[in-house]
């Protein structure tokens, strides 16, 4: 029976036997009393990496994110984020149930928001006006496909932002992918931000984890709320042991679902009834139009599921398609196949 090709998302990587080995053989303490070795080492490598003072391992992205949300602000307050944001639109509504903030969305162009949209949404400090208490941004951005975040335009955000006394948090969930597609260091894209957080479950290809990253003091504070929030873990160096090898060696490794993508998106974008733009292919995530196939995103999954591949629609239009390490050149290829014969073209 041939293997599933799982386009769904870059999370569904499984460890490699490198990971597996060290998960073996990992040194373990009760982090909760911070005793745990490999989380300590994953911890200072991240914030090394990083180029910051301190660095949180959280069970998930979302975690991350929304420990980050509740350093920042105090109930009451707004958060300024992209409409179509993962922190907005896939982490519930646990912004306002945990920190008592409203999102403020705005609709960005391929994920960008710039700070000319961004001021005129900071309320006046009027008492009677709620306050903005954080600006969110994510690099790259997941729903755009991948798209990566341009520099000028994220470091003006932080530099007005900060004037105006707002934090800004980076969800930088793939920002290993951002790196190797613009050349930049994570340092250099990230600097700018109060704080950041990153996934070792995605392009990475650990099986779970993130990091926030940040100052000492908002770590310390973040680690209370990490626990709040059930996400105090024990002997959990076996899984910080995983992280460290998706750390160390992965992001070398991400150039080739880069390539993966692209491939794949020149392809799509000859195919009659979908509408794809190779040139905004620049990391490992695909979105595309299939309207015009007359199918919708439902049964165009279900055509792809008999050819052994999955993949999700991201609305009734739209597709995604995500490559990761487990997706070879010849599973793109497969996959090409399997959607012209879906198509009915040669
Ligand atoms: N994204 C998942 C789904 O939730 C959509 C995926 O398959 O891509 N920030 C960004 C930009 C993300 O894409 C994700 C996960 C997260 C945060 C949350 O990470 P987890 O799943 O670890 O909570």
Same mark, same amino acid.
């Given at each position: 029976?041939?293997?599933?090709?799982?386009?769904?998302?870059?999370?569904?990587?499984?460890?490699?036997?490198?990971?597996?080995?060290?998960?073996?053989?990992?040194?373990?303490?009760?982090?909760?009393?911070?005793?745990?070795?490999? *989380?300590?080492?994953? =911890?200072?490598?991240?914030?090394?990496? @990083?180029?910051?003072?301190?660095? /949180?391992?959280? %069970?998930? $992205?979302?975690?991350?994110?929304?420990?980050?949300?509740?350093?920042?602000?105090?109930?009451?307050?707004?958060?300024?984020?992209?409409?179509?944001?993962?922190?907005?639109?896939?982490?519930?509504?646990?912004?306002?149930?945990?920190?008592?903030?409203?999102?403020?969305?705005?609709?960005?162009?391929?994920?960008?928001?710039?700070?000319?949209?961004?001021?005129?949404?900071?309320?006046?400090?009027?008492?009677?006006?709620?306050?903005?208490?954080?600006?969110?941004?994510?690099?790259?951005?997941?729903?755009?496909?991948?798209?990566?975040?341009?520099?000028?335009?994220?470091?003006?955000?932080?530099?007005?932002?900060?004037?105006?006394?707002?934090?800004?948090?980076?969800?930088?969930?793939?920002?290993?992918?951002?790196?190797?597609?613009?050349?930049?260091?994570? *340092?250099?894209?990230? =600097?700018?931000?109060?704080?950041?957080? @990153?996934?070792?479950?995605?392009? /990475?290809?650990? %099986?779970? $984890?993130?990091?926030?990253?940040?100052?000492?003091?908002?770590?310390?504070?973040?680690?209370?709320?990490?626990?709040?929030?059930?996400?105090?873990?024990?002997?959990?160096?076996?899984?910080?042991?995983?992280?460290?090898?998706?750390?160390?060696?992965?992001?070398?490794?991400?150039?080739?679902?880069?390539?993966?993508?692209?491939?794949?998106?020149?392809?799509?974008?000859?195919?009659?009834?979908?509408?794809?733009?190779?040139?905004?292919?620049?990391?490992?995530?695909?979105?595309?139009?299939?309207?015009?196939?007359?199918?919708?995103?439902?049964?165009?999954?279900?055509?792809?599921?008999?050819?052994?591949?999955?993949?999700?629609?991201?609305?009734?239009?739209?597709?995604?398609?995500?490559?990761?390490?487990?997706?070879?050149?010849?599973?793109?290829?497969?996959?090409?196949?399997?959607?012209?014969?879906?198509?009915?073209?040669?």
């Amino acid at each position: 029976m041939t293997e599933w090709i799982d386009l769904r998302s870059d999370t569904v990587t499984r460890p490699t036997p490198e990971m597996r080995e060290a998960m073996m053989k990992a040194e373990v303490g009760d982090d909760v009393y911070m005793e745990d070795p490999t *989380v300590n080492h994953l =911890q200072e490598r991240a914030a090394e990496i @990083f180029g910051r003072e301190a660095a /949180l391992f959280v %069970p998930s $992205g979302t975690m991350g994110n929304q420990i980050a949300v509740k350093s920042h602000t105090h109930h009451g307050q707004e958060v300024i984020l992209e409409e179509a944001g993962h922190i907005f639109n896939y982490e519930l509504a646990t912004m306002s149930a945990f920190s008592g903030v409203m999102p403020r969305p705005i609709a960005g162009h391929d994920g960008v928001i710039t700070w000319n949209e961004i001021k005129t949404r900071i309320r006046p400090k009027i008492y009677y006006l709620s306050h903005t208490g954080l600006v969110a941004l994510e690099n790259t951005h997941n729903m755009a496909g991948g798209s990566v975040f341009p520099q000028a335009v994220a470091d003006e955000v932080c530099d007005r932002a900060h004037e105006s006394g707002i934090p800004v948090h980076l969800d930088g969930a793939r920002i290993f992918n951002a790196s190797i597609a613009t050349g930049k260091s994570v *340092v250099e894209l990230t =600097q700018k931000f109060d704080s950041v957080m @990153f996934c070792l479950s995605k392009g /990475l290809g650990a %099986p779970v $984890g993130s990091l926030l990253l940040g100052s000492r003091e908002l770590i310390e504070r973040a680690r209370v709320y990490r626990k709040a929030m059930g996400g105090g873990m024990r002997q959990v160096g076996v899984l910080a042991a995983a992280g460290l090898v998706a750390l160390e060696k992965h992001p070398a490794k991400l150039h080739e679902d880069h390539a993966n993508a692209k491939h794949l998106a020149k392809a799509l974008a000859e195919m009659p009834g979908i509408q794809m733009d190779p040139s905004k292919v620049q990391t490992n995530i695909l979105v595309f139009d299939i309207s015009g196939t007359g199918q919708d995103t439902s049964s165009f999954s279900q055509a792809l599921r008999k050819h052994r591949v999955l993949a999700n629609g991201i609305n009734p239009t739209h597709m995604r398609m995500v490559t990761h390490y487990d997706v070879h050149r010849d599973d793109i290829e497969k996959t090409i196949q399997a959607i012209h014969s879906i198509l009915e073209t040669p």
